[in-house]
């Protein structure tokens, strides 16, 4: 896992990292410094007046030899926020731009829109801007958890949010209100949706005494831990887990712990298996608590 804090990661993606021969020459260097530098690899021409050091990103590389930026989904993912499936390069390009350099993949995401063109930096765009993109370029539920991704790690406000969707199609608007910084994952957020769906009553991120922190509390009794193998993985931690379940039994509850993976990419199976545990246990208790 890496551990660098969302402060590092939003100053490494925007540092000054493609240069034109301009920005070179003010920094000292003659036009003769530029081409041998350039012919020894100790500085990289990605296209033309857009130059790099050998240690750049190869995604910032790639959008910028193309002739765009990093955008989107990659963009986000540079900064540590969610997002669910992203097989290739997410980059924009400007509306007429033109000598576009042929792509080295087939999965290159091209997004063409004059909205980006605003801000000074070479390589990538906003974050509003990639935010705004990823909107459009996913499906309903990821785009939710990519936004309480972008809340939860306070890369935009909820203001901000309101003011984005404000330039969206109204169709995309009633998002928003399924938007929930409180979330720290992806699954959940699906998870959250999925209990929507159910018409059940739950609270998230609930303190339990003697338990501690708990994903979900449904109904009062069920509690819905979102297991994922990046903080899960290991004996000490399942030992962790084991030890937390049993003093929640203690307490009367009844834990479950779907995985990540299944809760992200087979929803509605998962959610057919918590309706089932809802409606099977909760009849048990009710029985109980009726006696």
Same mark, same amino acid.
């Given at each position: 896992?890496?551990?660098?804090?969302?402060?590092?990661?939003?100053?490494?993606?925007?540092?000054?990292?493609?240069?034109?021969?301009?920005?070179?020459?003010?920094?000292?260097?003659?036009?003769?410094?530029?081409?041998?530098?350039?012919?020894?690899?100790?500085?990289?021409?990605?296209?033309?007046?857009?130059?790099?050091?050998?240690?750049?990103?190869?995604?910032?590389?790639?959008?910028?030899?193309?002739?765009?930026?990093?955008?989107?989904?990659?963009?986000?993912?540079?900064?540590?926020?969610?997002?669910?499936?992203?097989?290739?390069?997410?980059?924009?390009?400007?509306?007429?731009?033109?000598?576009?350099?042929?792509?080295?993949?087939?999965? #290159?995401? *091209?997004?063409?829109?004059?909205? $980006? %063109?605003?801000?000074?930096?070479?390589?990538? &765009? /906003? !974050?509003?801007?990639?935010?705004?993109?990823?909107?459009?370029?996913?499906?309903?539920?990821?785009?939710?958890?990519?936004?309480?991704?972008?809340?939860?790690?306070?890369?935009?406000?909820?203001?901000?949010?309101?003011?984005?969707?404000?330039?969206?199609?109204?169709?995309?608007?009633?998002?928003?209100?399924?938007?929930?910084?409180?979330?720290?994952?992806?699954?959940? #957020?699906? *998870?959250?949706?999925?209990?929507? $769906? %159910?018409?059940?009553?739950?609270?998230?991120? &609930? /303190? !339990?005494?003697?338990?501690?922190?708990?994903?979900?509390?449904?109904?009062?009794?069920?509690?819905?831990?979102?297991?994922?193998?990046?903080?899960?993985?290991?004996?000490?931690?399942?030992?962790?887990?084991?030890?937390?379940?049993?003093?929640?039994?203690?307490?009367?509850?009844?834990?479950?712990?779907?995985?990540?993976?299944?809760?992200?990419?087979?929803?509605?199976?998962?959610?057919?298996?918590?309706?089932?545990?809802?409606?099977?246990?909760?009849?048990?208790?009710?029985?109980?608590?009726?006696?």
């Amino acid at each position: 896992m890496n551990k660098k804090t969302t402060a590092e990661r939003v100053a490494r993606t925007y540092a000054p990292t493609v240069f034109s021969r301009g920005d070179l020459l003010r920094d000292g260097a003659t036009g003769g410094d530029i081409t041998r530098a350039v012919r020894a690899g100790a500085l990289l021409r990605l296209r033309r007046d857009h130059y790099a050091y050998p240690d750049v990103d190869p995604e910032v590389a790639e959008a910028v030899r193309i002739g765009g930026r990093v955008a989107c989904l990659t963009l986000l993912q540079m900064l540590g926020v969610f997002v669910l499936k992203s097989s290739g390069l997410h980059m924009h390009l400007a509306p007429r731009m033109s000598r576009l350099r042929d792509r080295q993949s087939t999965s #290159t995401v *091209m997004h063409w829109s004059r909205w $980006t %063109l605003a801000g000074g930096h070479r390589h990538v &765009v /906003s !974050i509003r801007d990639a935010a705004r993109q990823s909107i459009l370029c996913q499906e309903p539920r990821a785009a939710i958890a990519t936004l309480d991704s972008i809340l939860h790690l306070r890369l935009a406000t909820r203001t901000q949010l309101e003011e984005l969707f404000g330039s969206l199609p109204i169709r995309l608007r009633t998002l928003l209100d399924l938007v929930d910084q409180s979330a720290e994952s992806g699954p959940e #957020t699906f *998870m959250r949706l999925i209990l929507r $769906t %159910l018409g059940v009553r739950f609270a998230t991120r &609930v /303190s !339990i005494p003697g338990v501690g922190r708990v994903d979900f509390v449904v109904d009062g009794w069920l509690i819905i831990e979102c297991d994922s193998k990046e903080f899960h993985e290991g004996w000490e931690k399942q030992t962790e887990d084991r030890r937390r379940d049993i003093a929640a039994a203690r307490l009367g509850y009844t834990t479950v712990r779907p995985l990540a993976s299944d809760i992200l990419f087979d929803s509605a199976v998962v959610r057919e298996q918590i309706a089932e545990i809802i409606d099977t246990c909760g009849r048990r208790m009710r029985r109980a608590r009726a006696a």
